[in-house]
């Protein structure tokens, strides 16, 4: 069973620019989380997507944004790059069967991004 | 908002030696669980605890759930040098709306071992 794949795996950027990144989950799996990863803040929720709809929303501004596909593949945008935005960008998808979600997280490899 | 506190944020011993992690939320939480990441990698999951008091064991490894459900520690009995990484633990608060249970990730332990 294939994991859950992100691509791509490293980019760098200029500030200003936009950058999307994309996750695959596990193949039936329907819930995708999207997470920030530095080495001063841990790991931040940014999102959380649900059979296409956006779930839960973490503590970050309106220039990170992402969406979920029918087939669960989603993708996260980041608009005006700002230096702290460099970081592992982390993807990780869920069972989430029914509710209270109790499902454990698959993380995958990550996207690291480096804005100059 | 909601924040999981996670104690000692690095922690240095000697091959053999034990270690212990621990977690606390000034709120109740649903269900804990508890990822390891190896330098380098992506976080893997490794347990979780879902009941007041619960105790479960992996091998050396040791989780327990406060009777409260608000803290939790992960206890690693002689260290060998594949525990080295950051272990996390990930609370899930009550009913956040839209059908979903937040999860929240402390800021990790970082475990080096000496050998």
């Known amino acids: 069973k294939a994991g859950v794949t992100q691509t791509p795996r490293y980019l760098i950027k200029t500030r200003g620019q936009q950058v999307t990144l994309s996750c695959s989950p596990i193949?039936?799996?329907?819930?995708v989380s999207w997470y920030q990863q530095t080495p001063g803040q841990g790991l931040q929720f940014l999102f959380e997507y649900f059979s296409e709809t956006q779930r839960n929303k973490g503590n970050f501004p309106g220039r990170f944004s992402g969406r979920q596909f029918s087939n669960s593949r989603s993708e996260m945008n980041v608009s005006t790059l700002e230096l702290g935005d460099s970081a592992l960008y982390l993807c990780?998808?869920?069972?989430?069967?029914?509710?209270?979600?109790?499902?454990?997280?698959?993380f995958g490899e990550g996207s690291r991004l480096t804005v100059l | 908002g909601q924040q999981v506190m996670q104690i000692p944020q690095y922690q240095h011993v000697q091959e053999g030696e034990d270690f212990t992690t621990y977690c606390n939320s000034s709120?109740?939480?649903?269900?804990i669980q508890w990822y390891k990441q190896r330098p380098g990698g992506h976080p893997v999951f490794l347990i979780q605890l879902v009941k007041s008091g619960e105790v479960k064991k992996q091998k050396r490894l040791t989780f327990q759930f406060g009777e409260a459900k608000k803290n939790s520690s992960l206890h690693i009995t002689a260290t060998q040098t594949t525990d080295v990484g950051t272990y996390f633990c990930?609370?899930?608060?009550?009913?956040?709306?839209?059908?979903?249970?937040?999860?929240?990730f402390g800021k990790g332990t970082k475990l080096s071992v000496i050998p």
């Open positions: 990930a609370g899930r608060y009550a009913y956040s709306g839209a059908g979903s249970y937040q999860l929240t």
């Open positions: 193949s039936g799996h329907r819930s």
């Open positions: 709120t109740t939480l649903s269900n």
């Open positions: 990780a998808s869920s069972l989430a069967q029914g509710a209270p979600d109790t499902g454990e997280l698959f």
